[in-house]
């Protein structure tokens, strides 16, 4: 079976390949640039390259939130015509960076001092997780942290936040390097697999994004009727 996979919730932007759970290839740009504008020529060049036509794709998988509202809409807009698995950006974002056992702490920057969070436990290559994906300050999720007793990697473009606020508080943090602590198209495709394998169905029409909060304009107008 053959999974193409985008990843489109953060700045950075990436599709992968993914066969019979076997990642094929990866294409990924953290250039500033728009995702409309980059996401589905890096789509059509990554299977090119790889000698795949689009006929012979078995199923899309889109990392659907948290995340940026307009990326992660990108992502979902794909594969009405065959199966699609939306999967959570942090859990993807876990599964691409768990190179050993630990802790791991995926943080996406919300802004408002909170960040997108899910925090996992791997074991053997084997995620577990700690926590639901969730919208939680910093001083909450300080508070978390402080409850475990082993080193804690920090992945996601929230990494670096977390990691200058709470390294001095939390001394157990350990920041990933930059390369491998950003959200990729492979990890949602790894996450769509693993749902593939226990039997789910991925309804295109059905999907939408997870966007855990509401968005900006939703927030503004919410305040502006309660203070009416």
């Known amino acids: 079976m053959k999974i193409l996979a985008f990843e489109s919730s953060a700045k950075a932007a990436g599709a992968a390949l993914l066969e019979d759970g076997m990642l094929r290839a990866e294409a990924f740009q953290n250039s500033g640039m728009t995702h409309s504008c980059t996401l589905m020529k890096m789509a059509e060049d990554l299977l090119a390259s790889s000698g795949v036509s689009p006929q012979e794709i078995d199923a899309a998988a889109v990392a659907a ?13 794909w594969g009405r015509e065959i199966p699609c698995y939306g999967v959570s950006t942090l859990y993807a974002m876990a599964l691409g960076a768990a190179s050993a056992d630990g802790v791991y702490c995926c943080c996406m920057d919300a802004r408002r001092a909170q960040v997108y969070n899910a925090i996992f436990a791997c074991k053997d290559g084997a995620l577990t997780r700690m926590t639901e994906d969730r919208a939680i300050s910093l001083v909450e999720l300080q508070q978390d942290l402080l409850k475990i007793d082993k080193k804690i990697f920090l992945v996601g473009d929230g990494a670096a936040l977390c990691y200058t606020t709470l390294s001095d508080r939390v001394p157990q943090l350990c920041l990933m390097p930059e390369h491998l602590r950003q959200q990729r198209a492979s990890g949602a495709a790894l996450a769509a697999w693993e749902q593939i394998q226990s039997g789910e169905g991925g309804d295109a029409a059905a999907l939408t994004p997870n966007y855990i909060r509401l968005s900006q304009a939703e927030r503004a107008r919410l305040e502006a009727n309660t203070t009416e």
């Open 65 to 77: 939130g948290p995340g940026s509202f307009t990326g992660v809409r990108i992502g979902v807009a």
